[in-house]
């Protein structure tokens, strides 16, 4: 049976796996996720699914295909340009030699360009996918989560959480001070993270709320972070 509506949909492909979620409205209607797999099998298993469900972009409201990439970097749109991009990622990223292939997102409300390298197959899978939007996570976070609360003066820090790294923004009277992802393995390492960032900011924890969002692990992840931050769901 064909995955089609008039909803949202968004795949991520993660290191070791993919999701789909459809939603309407912000409603969750279908979450289903793929994890474990090898590096190699990644993108044959997400190609056999997205035909097994007869996945096509048009049969859809929205879609976006987000990718989770470890090799990026912000940089200024005074100060990028296309020539540069393979320099601004080995200055920031030492290792990018199994991601050799250079996409870039521009973020024009923010000021900056995400660049961002992945891998050979799966820059020709992304480039496969017509019609859909493609994403870096980081640029998702920035223009999905950050960018509606811009207009605010308070300041707010967004996390999302993925398997294995999480993506952090934080805002300053509606400036973007920081952007980055970090790996983790323990929700504990989430909340080493977070606390840094809000002493390297000198934020209060009890007043300077989190906007959490993820797939996986996200209640039990709430659970240990709203010991010692406030967080809100979106």
């Known amino acids: 049976m064909p995955l089609s509506g008039i909803y ?13 979620v459809a939603s309407e409205g912000g409603k ?14 990644v993108i044959s ?35 990028y340009r296309p020539s540069d991009a ?3 990622l080995r200055f920031f990223q030492t290792d990018i030699k199994e991601y050799n292939v250079v996409h870039e997102d521009k973020l024009l409300p923010f000021g900056c360009v ?16 017509s019609g859909f939007e493609v994403r870096h996570c980081l640029s998702h976070l920035l223009l999905e989560s950050v960018l509606p609360f811009r207009q605010q ?17 934080v805002l300053e009277c509606g400036q973007l001070v920081l952007a980055n992802s970090f790996r983790y393995t323990a929700n504990s390492d989430v909340l080493y993270h977070l606390l840094n960032l809000y002493e390297r900011f000198h934020l209060p924890p009890e007043r300077t709320k989190c906007y959490l969002s993820s797939l ?19």
């Not at 912000?74 to 100060?79: F, I």
């Not at 707010?156 to 952090?168: E, K, N, R, T």
């Open 28 to 41: 969750v209607l279908i979450c289903s996720t793929e994890r474990g797999l090898g590096r190699s099998d």
């Open 86 to 88: 393979q320099t601004w």
């Open 153 to 169: 003066e308070q300041s707010a820090v967004f996390l999302y959480a993925g398997p294995s790294m999480i993506d952090v923004a």
């Open 8 to 20: 949202d949909l968004s795949i991520r492909i993660f290191p070791d796996g993919f999701s789909f």
């Open 45 to 79: 298993l997400l190609r056999q699914e997205m035909q097994r469900l007869q996945i096509q972009a048009t049969d859809f409201r929205k879609n976006k295909l987000i990718v989770h990439a470890p090799v990026s970097t912000l940089v200024p749109d005074a100060l």
């Open 114 to 129: 995400n660049v961002y390298a992945l891998s050979g197959g799966m820059s020709g899978f992304v480039r496969s996918c």
């Open 216 to 234: 996986e692990n996200g209640q039990e992840m709430k659970g240990l972070l709203e010991q010692y931050i406030d967080v809100k769901t979106i």
